[in-house]
């Protein structure tokens, strides 16, 4: 089955028609069913809006789409096309509760998750621990900023909400002190009966090199806030998109640190932190898959998935240099 258009079939100079030309001469005209004139014919109303920045980007289109959800049946015949991936999950942050549900078809690299941020966080704060490490001192020192990194995380922000630990990064701002000895923090992030911020201790807890200790204390923090986004979800009724999405990735990093996990028991060589952090970085350069209803409500997707589908609104984020055409790269065989 052919969707064709006469712009492309008939001009012999139009690069984009070369394939499917082709296959007009070899299909024959007779199967070609569906050629139309709907390119150049039909009116189209065509906006070009500038803004700076991604964020400004997705902050727009939040704008359009509210404008579309009060009109009806307007969102199941609308798609926002991302020429730039890496603006997904902003774009998920700003997408307004009028939209209602909606389709994704592209993946997201595991890579650019605010999770995997927070966990690189908690990883760095455990090689400087050994770093500024001194011989003979009996105290393991944290860095200050490393710990203020990990507590403003939005992530961890949730889960210290209303403890101690809520205030901890005002206070060591105010002391000025460079270092931090981890038995003077244990008071503020001590566990707590239940409460999720119990995690905590084990992420700040020195874990003296052993990539063991390292994943046993990442899949508590990790349960620590799955417990944080169901609960969430629980008091928004299902309506807490961003705490379904959290959920997604904590189900995804689970399976990574259950599979480290394998490995370190299974290869003598995984004898540190460096090593692990390796490992995870490979580990997590893959796509996370969302699965929709793609008949229905706003779709979602790159240009590649566009292909074949006609819609009646298009709001197409990244359409710049470097995207629109994509920049000059060498690929490999």
């Avoid at 490393?146 to 403003?152: A, G, M, V």
């Avoid at 809520?166 to 566990?191: Q, Y």
């Avoid at 009966?193 to 807890?205: K, N, Q």
Wanted: overall charge negative; proline content about 6%; aromatic content about 10%.
């Amino acid at each position: 089955m052919w969707d064709a258009v006469n712009y492309y079939l008939s001009d012999q100079t139009q690069e984009a028609g070369f394939f499917i030309r082709e296959e007009y001469v070899h299909a024959g005209s007779d199967n070609f069913k569906w050629v139309s004139n709907n390119l150049s014919e039909s009116a189209k109303t065509i906006d070009f809006i500038g803004v700076p920045k991604n964020i400004a980007q997705v902050k727009a289109t939040g704008a359009l789409l509210k404008k579309l959800a009060s009109q009806p049946d307007e969102l199941s015949n609308t798609v926002v096309v991302l020429n730039d991936e890496s603006v997904l999950e902003p774009l998920l942050n700003s997408m307004p509760v009028e939209v209602g549900k909606f389709n994704i078809t592209m993946g997201f690299p595991l890579r650019n998750t605010p999770l995997f941020r927070l966990l690189d966080y908690v990883i760095e704060l455990q090689i400087n621990i050994l770093k500024f490490k001194k011989p003979g001192s009996a105290s393991p020192k944290l860095y200050f900023r490393d710990i203020i990194r990990i507590l403003e995380h939005p992530y961890i922000r949730k889960m210290i909400k209303g403890t101690p630990a809520g205030s901890l990064t005002s206070e060591i701002r105010k002391s000025n002190k460079i270092f931090l000895d981890f038995e003077s923090l244990v008071p503020l992030i001590k566990p707590e009966p239940d409460a999720p911020s119990g995690s905590l201790e084990g992420i700040f807890r020195p874990w003296n090199d052993n990539p063991l200790l390292a994943v046993e204390a990442i899949m508590n923090l990790i349960a620590g806030l799955k417990e944080c986004s169901l609960k969430e979800i629980e008091e928004a009724n299902d309506k807490n998109m961003a705490a379904m999405l959290e959920l997604e990735y904590l189900y995804h990093f689970n399976l990574v640190f259950n599979q480290l996990s394998e490995l370190i028991k299974l290869y003598p060589f995984i004898t540190n932190l460096r090593v692990l952090k390796s490992l995870l970085l490979q580990l997590v350069e893959i796509n996370l898959p969302f699965y929709g209803e793609p008949l229905q409500g706003l779709q979602v997707m790159g240009m590649l998935e566009t292909q074949a589908l006609d819609f009646k609104n298009i709001i197409m984020l990244g359409a710049n240099e470097d995207f629109i055409p994509s920049g000059k790269t060498t690929n490999s065989f």
